[in-house]
């Protein structure tokens, strides 16, 4: 069955610090992958998605992710971090039984002066 | 903007009552989903439907019933509510059009307490 994995459960960075989550996955075949955030008190929003091509995806916000099939992973990144990033940040593989996504458990980024 | 909006926004229970959980878009899509987040486990989908009248099981349906009257509604119903229930509820719905590439979009979460 697919997984998804989030090694770290918080990150802490300083505002215009770089950032990097991890994500690992599990899936048999071809993955579809996503990156999902969710603003404090909010529902999740969809930063960007990988299909077959480009291993960069740039997504919105000035975030992107590298898709890596050999290490089987798809981590985020930004170049410069603001305060508006503390958010908790979710990796997903689309589900191929049900019509769906596989979650991680998501990464807490909090923002600091 | 697609828009889904989900009610109640909150709800505190008592263990072995009847909840229902209601979801509405407006986007016209064909896929609609419930979701349960938990500390710890992230989101699990719960059941999902790709067209009126039809509800399929995800990765945790036990516990939870679904009911999807119309293409704009979607509700998740538990017959008796217990403790392990405790969540916060997601629906979401995505266009069955684009196929897996479909963005799902989120409405802003329910938040149930089973006592």
């Known amino acids: 069955a697919q997984s998804v994995t989030q090694p770290d459960a918080r990150v802490t960075v300083s505002e215009g610090a770089s950032l990097q989550l991890r994500c690992k996955y599990s899936?048999?075949?071809?993955?579809?992958l996503f990156w999902y955030v969710q603003y404090p008190r909010q529902g999740l929003q969809l930063l960007l998605k990988?299909?077959?091509?480009?291993?960069v995806v740039q997504g919105v916000n000035g975030f992107e992710a590298e898709f890596s099939k050999s290490n089987s992973s798809f981590h985020l990144r930004k170049a410069s971090v603001h305060w508006s990033d503390w958010a908790v940040y979710f990796c997903?593989?689309?589900?191929?039984?049900?019509?769906?996504?596989?979650f991680g458990l998501g990464t807490r980024v909090s923002v600091f002066p | 903007e697609a828009a889904v909006t989900q009610s109640p926004r909150s709800k505190v229970a008592v263990t072995g009552g009847k909840v229902t959980l209601s979801c509405h878009q407006t986007?016209?899509?064909?896929?609609m989903y419930w979701y349960r987040q938990d500390t710890g486990h992230g989101l699990r989908l719960i059941h999902y439907?790709?067209?009126?009248?039809?509800?399929e099981k995800g990765d945790i349906p036990d516990g939870y019933k679904a009911s999807r009257p119309s293409q704009e509604n979607f509700s998740l119903i538990l017959e008796l509510a217990s403790l392990s229930q405790t969540a916060v509820y997601f629906c979401?719905?995505?266009?069955?059009?684009?196929?897996?590439?479909?963005?799902?979009?989120f409405g802003p979460g329910t938040r149930l307490t089973v006592l």
């Open positions: 439907s790709y067209v009126a009248d039809s509800t």
């Open positions: 979401a719905s995505r266009t069955g059009t684009g196929g897996i590439y479909a963005e799902q979009f």
């Open positions: 990988y299909y077959p091509g480009d291993p």
């Open positions: 986007n016209n899509h064909d896929y």
């Open positions: 997903a593989v689309w589900h191929n039984y049900a019509q769906g996504l596989t």
């Open positions: 899936y048999f075949g071809t993955p579809y």
